[in-house]
Every structure is written in structure tokens, then in C-alpha cells.
């Protein structure tokens, strides 16, 4: 059987060579192109007999070459609280999104790696060493999935249940650069999956030098894993404070491209108990973030197995939020959604490994072995 070319992911001038190479006359190439971007990502189209307007036998040619696969879905669960979260397979890894409804919005949280390096001691996640980065396909093929499974096709339609994309699933976006810039340009192209990159949400635990080339070259909305205001808890419980501590990081975010009250950005703060939820960090955090157009979302703890810490009492929560809201910010306390699924902010994980060099190569070989007619 001859091994067909995916083009998911494929950015259109990479697409338009894939065609050529498929046999595609270089004459027509552009013209084709345009045809298929907009049959797999504003109709979602999944193999090419979707195709109708085209002609059979090209239908027949580009099936016989390449192909519009999107990651295996492993398993589906859907909360009590109708947040979804789907396991996914792709290249012989796994690794997990979640969907999570709301009035009059849905957003997708979506992984771009699979497991992650920062260790972050309250997240789950963490607990993964990383396996690899995910590639542009697979970050673009995370929404198809959630759409072709929520029926949300075309994708320039009315009424779409995935209205928001938050690169906030397993692993540290701004360490695959690359793979999440090629898989976002394709979420915010009009004519293709068609989501306003105000509607698009990069977080970062604080990678600072990408930051500044992140409001740039992607130029989404930032989210900043914050979670503590003073070095020498952030050190503890963001690994990554040591390489790029909390005034480099703040400085970073003052400087990002393009904020304004009008673009504000949002800090992420786990409410972690007798850890950082005192009424002085409440203080601290207000005067750290002065002159930054921001948003602070409070979010309570979400346990899973083996965790080392505790969610903050809900009195102590609110008490919290009152003095970023005397402040001027808006510090909402994200409701916990998809707890029960282990879904929730901090709860994904994969049982992936990564695989030695050794293991690999076995691999590699019994598969040409048994290729080998006998």
C-alpha cells in the first residue's frame, strides 16, 4: 500500500507543492489549492469523495496520493457539565483537548505538546515528562476533530459552538514556535477556520524571549501562567521563574505588542491553599502588574492524583478577588468545568512515553523485516 501525504497543517504555498508533486499540473496548481483549502477547513471536508464540485477522477488521483487525516480519536467523555474531552492519538503518541461550553460561547482548549518540560508542581501535566512537540497537523487537527464531533461545520457558518481557541492544553506553546505559529495562522485565516485572532489565546508560563515574537509573529491574545508574585514561590511552583524571574517577565508583558485596554492581558493565578492566597499576595499581585493593561483570572485548584497541594477556601478566594476588583481589575474565579472527566485547568495527561533512540530503531527494523517478501 502506498503511503499517502497529509495536508492537514500545510501552510497554502506548502500545499500547492504538495499538489504539483501529487501530479498536479503546475498551471492549474493554484487554482486546485484554493478548491481543497477550502473544502478541508471551511466545509471540514475528511476525504475527497466530499469533494462534490470536482471532478471524479482528480477526486480519485488526490485519494490515491494524499490524504486529509486528522489525529485518531481514542476516547470521548463527556462531563455533567457538558465539557468534552477527547484523547487523541497521532504518530503513535497521545495527547489530550477539551471543549468547554458556555453561553453564547465555546472554547477549545487545545495541547501543543505531548507531555510537558516545565514541571510545574500544581499542574498534572507537569507530572509528564515530554515526549515530543506537536506538529502544525496535529494542533490544526485538534479543531477539526472537535468540530467534526460537534457538527460545527462550515466554519464560516453562524452560530459555531467553538468560537474561541486557548493554546492552554498539555505542554508550553512558545517551546514549539514554530509548530504553533504554521497551526494559527491556518485557525485565523478567514477563509479558513475563520476565528479572529482576538478570539485566539496563547499562554505561556514565561518564556520571555518569545514573548515579544509571539505578540508579533502571531499576534493572538496573551495569557500569562502566573500564579505567584513573589520569586521565591513562583521558583517552586513555576520551575521557569529561575531562568526568567517575575521582573523579567513583567517587563516582557509591558512591552508585548498591540496591549492596550483594549487588548488586555490575562494572568492566570491557581488559587493553591496557605501557598499564595494570602490577602498580601492579593496586595503584591496589584502593585507587580501597576501600569499593565490586564485581567487576572482567579482559578480554584483542581486536584488530581498525588497532587501536593490544596484549593484555597472559597471565603478566602472571594476575600482574594475583592482586592484585585477594589483595584480596577477584573479578576473573575473561573468556575471549575469537566472536574469529573479529569478536564479541568491543570488535569491533562497522557500516558505517553518517550521512546529511547534503541527502541525505536527495533522498531524501525522489524517493521522493514516484515515488509521483506518472504
Known amino acids: 500500500m502506498t503511503e499517502t501525504t497529509s495536508l492537514v497543517g500545510l501552510s497554502p504555498d506548502e500545499l500547492k507543492t504538495a499538489l504539483i508533486a501529487a501530479g498536479v499540473p503546475e498551471k492549474s496548481a493554484a487554482m486546485r489549492t484554493r478548491q481543497l483549502w477550502n473544502w478541508m477547513y471551511v466545509h471540514g471536508a475528511r476525504d475527497f469523495a466530499a469533494m462534490t464540485n470536482l471532478a471524479k477522477d482528480f477526486r480519485a488521483q488526490m485519494a490515491g496520493r494524499l490524504s486529509l487525516a486528522r489525529p485518531e480519536i481514542v476516547t470521548e467523555q463527556i462531563s455533567s457539565d457538558g465539557t468534552r474531552k477527547w484523547l487523541l492519538r497521532s504518530g503513535g503518541q497521545e495527547f489530550e483537548t477539551v471543549f468547554i461550553p458556555e453561553p453564547g460561547r465555546g472554547t477549545l482548549c487545545v495541547s501543543s505538546q505531548v507531555g510537558c518540560t516545565l514541571n510545574c508542581r500544581f499542574c498534572h501535566t507537569g507530572t509528564q515528562k515530554l515526549v515530543r512537540n506537536l506538529t502544525p497537523a496535529e494542533i490544526v487537527g485538534q479543531v477539526l476533530v472537535a468540530r467534526d464531533s460537534l457538527g460545527d461545520w462550515p466554519s464560516t457558518g453562524e452560530n459555531r459552538r467553538v468560537t474561541n481557541v486557548v493554546m492552554m ?53 496573551l495569557a500569562i501562567s502566573l500564579h505567584a508574585v513573589r520569586d521565591e514561590i513562583r521558583d517552586v511552583i513555576v520551575p521557569l521563574n529561575k531562568k526568567y524571574p517575575l521582573k523579567e517577565l513583567l517587563d516582557a508583558c509591558r512591552n508585548y505588542p498591540g496591549v492596550s485596554n483594549a487588548r488586555r492581558i490575562t494572568f492566570e493565578y491557581v488559587m493553591l491553599k496557605g501557598v499564595n492566597d494570602s490577602l498580601a499576595d492579593a496586595r503584591q499581585l496589584v502593585k507587580v502588574i501597576a501600569g499593565i493593561p490586564a485581567k487576572i483570572n482567579l482559578i480554584p485548584f483542581n486536584p488530581w492524583p498525588g497532587a501536593p497541594y490544596e484549593c484555597s477556601e472559597w471565603g478566602q478566594i472571594e476575600k482574594f478577588a475583592e482586592i484585585v476588583n477594589r483595584a480596577g481589575y477584573a479578576s473573575p474565579v473561573r468556575t471549575p468545568r469537566g472536574r469529573d472527566i479529569m478536564a479541568a485547568c491543570g488535569q491533562l495527561k497522557s500516558e505517553s512515553i518517550k521512546q529511547r533512540a534503541s527502541e525505536r530503531m527495533a522498531q524501525m527494523r522489524s517493521a522493514e523485516l516484515a515488509r521483506m517478501p518472504s
Open 169 to 221: 492544553g498539555m505542554g508550553e506553546p512558545l517551546y514549539n514556535f514554530e509548530n504553533v505559529k504554521a497551526a494559527l495562522a491556518i485557525v485565523a485565516d478567514g477563509d479558513a477556520l475563520a476565528l479572529s485572532r482576538r478570539r485566539v489565546t496563547l499562554s505561556t508560563a514565561g518564556v520571555v524571549p518569545m514573548i515579544k515574537r509571539a505578540g508579533e509573529e502571531i499576534g493572538s491574545a
